[in-house]
């Protein structure tokens, strides 16, 4: 039951579509795939996106596709600049999702199908030089499925 809890929570939609008048996805617009306008620079079928709910970013967007990880530059401004990134993936990420804690202060990302989840504190983002979360100090991995968030 609580595997059910939890996976229900996890992927809820918190998806963002650039196109519509709203910040966030909805089931209206289902005949495409969610995007983050400035940050679909990837080959990933999906585009992972998470409202930053307190902390130095609170109130902007983060999102992760390809091999890359981008915040929004100001709340509703709708420009994203790479704050992270995993260079040294051998392929790019099918981003399962990226969640920010209740504070601000840790994100956890999941890679995708088969690829490692990351956890890492919120001050390894840099605009100046992003860092590769595959090697930075501060980050752990898990080897575990996609779908383990919890």
């Given at each position: 039951?609580?595997?059910?809890?939890?996976?229900?929570?996890?992927?809820?939609?918190?998806?963002?579509?650039?196109?519509?008048?709203?910040?966030?996805?909805?089931?209206?617009?289902?005949?495409?795939?969610p995007t983050v306008?400035?940050?679909?620079?990837?080959?990933?079928?999906?585009t992972a996106a998470?409202?930053?709910?307190?902390?130095?970013?609170?109130?902007?967007?983060?999102?992760?596709?390809?091999?890359?990880?981008?915040?929004?530059?100001?709340?509703?401004?709708?420009?994203?600049?790479?704050?992270?990134?995993v260079d040294t993936?051998?392929?790019?990420?099918?981003?399962?999702?990226?969640?920010?804690?209740?504070?601000?202060?840790?994100?956890?990302?999941?890679?995708?199908?088969?690829?490692?989840?990351?956890?890492?504190?919120?001050?390894?983002?840099?605009?100046?030089?992003?860092?590769?979360?595959?090697?930075?100090?501060?980050?752990?991995?898990?080897?575990?499925?996609?779908?383990?968030?919890?």
């Amino acid at each position: 039951m609580i595997a059910l809890a939890a996976f229900s929570f996890l992927f809820t939609p918190h998806m963002i579509n650039a196109d519509d008048g709203y910040r966030f996805w909805d089931e209206n617009n289902t005949n495409s795939l969610p995007t983050v306008e400035g940050s679909a620079f990837g080959p990933s079928y999906f585009t992972a996106a998470e409202y930053v709910p307190a902390g130095p970013y609170q109130g902007r967007i983060i999102s992760a596709t390809g091999k890359n990880i981008y915040l929004e530059t100001a709340v509703g401004s709708g420009i994203y600049v790479e704050v992270a990134n995993v260079d040294t993936l051998s392929e790019e990420m099918d981003p399962s999702f990226i969640r920010v804690s209740p504070d601000g202060s840790r994100i956890a990302l999941g890679l995708g199908w088969q690829k490692d989840l990351l956890v890492f504190p919120a001050a390894l983002l840099n605009t100046g030089t992003s860092p590769d979360l595959l090697t930075a100090a501060g980050v752990t991995a898990y080897n575990v499925n996609y779908y383990d968030a919890a």
